[in-house]
């Protein structure tokens, strides 16, 4: 088992530029997220899904577009990037069920936007 | 709303001394609490669960919904405890949804 496996691990961007950071996960894991961490902001959710086909909002939204067209892959795209997104990005998958807890987190991309 | 608070960001101490991370949540219902843990250069992963009530790597917390606080202790600290912790809730009706707080950047000083 891979885990959780992000790319790239690191970016640097021009302001007003896109890109989608990839995520995949091969644990057969129904839910996924995207969290950005921040010095002294901890980490903050921006998007996660429950299953393939459904997505919805975290924390911290804005900026950012997801999708799941498949259990293994959730995608993080920035449409238009800016400063304000320089950040640390984890990707992170877990069971579905309220009886399971634990996420697995992937290694995360460091974006820099200049 | 669902609020988690770490109010050091940084905690230093000497080896062989305790440690306690602080941790104080606001949830109406009734939360799970955990704490992860980041070591340089790794992964964030999972130290401990309030319902597991386990102790790992001699770490221990124990819930307490009177003062809604879940606080990490270790009674004597080693150089490899240095790491950063995360306290994180998940509420009952949010499914796999956590909530981390800020986190505490621990240094064990020999």
């Known amino acids: 088992n891979a885990g959780v496996t992000q790319t790239p691990k690191f970016q640097v961007l021009k302001t007003g530029q896109s890109m989608t950071l990839q995520c995949a996960q091969d644990?057969?894991?129904?839910?996924m997220s995207w969290y950005r961490q921040d010095p002294g902001m901890g980490l903050r959710l921006i998007h996660y899904s429950v299953g393939a086909g459904i997505t919805d909002q975290g924390e911290v939204p804005n900026g950012y577009n997801v999708s799941r067209s498949t259990t293994e892959d959730f995608p993080l795209r920035l449409l238009s990037a800016a400063p304000s997104q320089t950040s640390v990005y984890f990707c992170?998958?877990?069971?579905?069920?309220?009886?399971?807890?634990?996420?697995?987190f992937g290694p995360g991309t460091r974006l820099t936007v200049t | 709303a669902q609020r988690v608070t770490q109010p050091e960001k940084l905690l230093s101490v000497f080896k062989g001394a305790p440690v306690e991370l602080k941790c104080n949540y606001s949830?109406?219902?009734?939360?799970?609490l955990f704490w992860y843990v980041q070591y340089s250069r790794q992964r964030l992963q999972l130290l401990l669960r309030?319902?597991s009530r386990e102790s790992i790597k001699g770490f221990t917390a124990d819930l307490n919904k009177g003062e809604t606080s879940f606080h990490l202790k270790k009674p004597f600290a080693q150089e490899e405890d240095s790491a950063m912790y995360y306290c994180?809730?998940?509420?009952?009706?949010?499914?796999?949804?956590?909530?981390f707080g800020q986190g505490t950047r621990l240094t064990i000083n020999p």
């Open positions: 644990m057969n894991h129904e839910y």
């Open positions: 994180a809730l998940r509420g009952n009706q949010g499914a796999q949804k956590l909530v």
């Open positions: 949830y109406s219902g009734s939360p799970e």
């Open positions: 992170a998958s877990s069971f579905g069920g309220l009886g399971s807890y634990e996420q697995y």
């Open positions: 309030h319902i």
